[in-house]
Every structure is written in C-alpha cells, then in structure tokens.
C-alpha cells in the first residue's frame, strides 16, 4: 500500500512538473523566427539553463541579491560597464524596453561589471535620461564570470524559474519591433 501511495504522488509530481509553464521547443521555434536585424544575435538554448546565484549589490548600499531574488518573472539581464560604448549606446533602449514591457512578468537588469563606480553609472544614467533600470553592480566580475560573460555587452533572458532561455553577444537594438515582439511572445502578450 505505501509502495502504491509513493508511486501515486511520484506520477502526480512528474505530471505537475510537465504541466508547469513553460515553452515547448516548437513555442521557442515560433519565437526564435521574429527575429530580425540585431536581434538575429539573439540565440535561444535548447534547453534552460541554470544560472550563477553569486550575490551581485544593489544600488545606495541595499545590501546584496542574487538572481534568484527576481524569479517569478521573465528577466532581461544586461551585463555592461561604464568605459564600454556599445553597452552604453543600447542602454536607452534597454530603458525603453523596460518602460513598454516592464511589469509583474518581465524587469530589465542592467549589472555593471568590473570597474564601475556608483557614481559613474549615475552620472551617465543621468546624461541619458534613464530613471527606470536598477543601478546593480558586480564590481569583482564574480557573476559574469560565473555566467560565462567573455567580453561586453552580454544580455541574458532569464525565464521565470531563473533559467537561461537565451543569449545575445554584442549591442542590440532593444526597442526594435523585433525585440519588442520578442519579449511580447514570450510573456504571451500582443506585441506594441
């Protein structure tokens, strides 16, 4: 009788774990086929992937977090650094992006990594006029390094049990219609 109750829960826990939501290669397929322009560099794994949970700090000395704090949701995560022009030249749209998408189901991370100070991020947050994306900082490069991060930009798509779904090398334009269509698909929302 117990040998059938543990069977009975052990289907029943398999079965959950197939039902949760998450996407079918062919839904990531559909997704990978919008997109276009710099969004091409954008390459989807075949799997998730498990990602660092090195503690990363928050701005204003708040203290530490890791990526795990911000499951729940899908995750735009952008490695970046001051002294970097392509980094700096798509954070606009990164700010964009947020500002369209950005809700209960999907936040843009922008992690500065290396040499970064506080106030060099708010200064050039500041010089572009970006008051939406957390001033996050992994100033020893333990995250990037632990993610695999060679070189910068580096942008990562988190679902929402904090795997990697996807990577993109290089600048991007976030706020294209691709990228925006992009994200919308994968929040199962209308594109905007």
Same mark, same amino acid.
């Not at 559909?30 to 794994?45: C, D, N, T, Y």
């Not at 204003?60 to 977090?65: C, L, M, S, T, Y």
């Given at each position: 009788?117990?040998?059938?109750?543990?069977?009975?829960?052990?289907?029943?826990?398999? $079965?959950?774990?197939?039902?949760?939501?998450?996407?079918?290669?062919?839904?990531?397929?559909?997704?990978?086929?919008?997109?276009?322009?710099?969004?091409?560099?954008?390459?989807?794994?075949?799997?998730? =992937?498990?990602?660092?949970?090195?503690?990363?700090?928050?701005?204003?000395?708040?203290?530490?977090?890791?990526?795990?704090?911000?499951?729940?949701?899908?995750?735009?995560?952008?490695?970046?650094?001051?002294?970097?022009?392509?980094?700096?030249?798509?954070?606009?749209?990164?700010?964009?992006?947020?500002?369209?998408?950005?809700?209960?189901?999907?936040?843009?991370?922008?992690?500065?990594?290396?040499?970064?100070?506080?106030?060099?991020?708010?200064?050039?947050?500041?010089?572009?006029?970006?008051?939406?994306?957390?001033? $996050?900082?992994?100033?020893?490069?333990?995250?990037? =390094?632990?993610?695999?991060?060679?070189?910068?930009?580096?942008?990562?798509?988190?679902?929402?049990?904090?795997?990697?779904?996807?990577?993109? =090398?290089?600048?991007?334009?976030?706020?294209?219609?691709?990228? =925006?269509?992009? $994200?919308?698909?994968?929040?199962?929302?209308?594109?905007?």
């Amino acid at each position: 009788m117990r040998l059938l109750t543990s069977l009975t829960l052990y289907i029943a826990v398999a $079965i959950s774990a197939i039902a949760a939501p998450t996407l079918a290669l062919a839904d990531m397929a559909s997704i990978a086929a919008l997109r276009e322009g710099s969004m091409k560099k954008l390459q989807f794994h075949s799997e998730p =992937r498990a990602v660092s949970q090195v503690e990363f700090l928050l701005p204003d000395g708040a203290g530490k977090a890791s990526l795990a704090d911000y499951q729940g949701k899908y995750i735009l995560l952008n490695f970046w650094a001051t002294w970097c022009p392509p980094c700096r030249k798509e954070m606009p749209d990164l700010s964009k992006l947020q500002a369209k998408l950005g809700g209960d189901h999907f936040q843009v991370l922008t992690m500065a990594t290396g040499r970064n100070s506080p106030a060099a991020i708010a200064e050039f947050f500041d010089s572009v006029g970006i008051t939406n994306l957390p001033q $996050i900082r992994d100033p020893k490069q333990a995250l990037a =390094r632990d993610m695999a991060v060679l070189g910068l930009p580096i942008t990562v798509i988190l679902n929402p049990k904090g795997q990697e779904i996807a990577r993109l =090398r290089g600048d991007a334009e976030w706020d294209s219609s691709s990228a =925006r269509a992009i $994200i919308s698909a994968l929040l199962k929302e209308p594109a905007s």
